[in-house]
């Protein structure tokens, strides 16, 4: 006997329908944002690192925040700028459910170590 299943493989994002026409500005305007999101906590997760006077609890929460927060742009960045200049916006299941894991543990990090602080 066979069962009527349907299997879902891919999801259809439909939000970014009406940027056809701006689509390279807001392209370029998001890896801006992007670019700039990693070198400032680049640089203070360095700085707290590189400089001894900085190995205090109050900063190495303030480093592991940075670490935190790139973490959580590279979970969502790369898809959403490849989806900016895409004509076909999907995104699969596995990776819509790992996007999903990687921002709620990001959010939930960032959560428990300000609670911590």
Known sequence: MMDNASVITMFTLSGLSGTVSHRVTLFVLTLLCYGVIWLVNLIIVVTIIVDKNLHEP????????????????????PQFLHDLLSTTHLISVP?????????????????SLLALM
């Open 58 to 77: 109050m900063y190495i929460f303030l480093c592991n925040l940075c670490i935190n927060g790139l973490y959580g742009t590279a979970g969502f960045y």
């Open 95 to 111: 990776g819509c459910f790992l996007q999903g894991f990687v921002l709620h543990s990001s959010a939930c990090a960032d959560l």
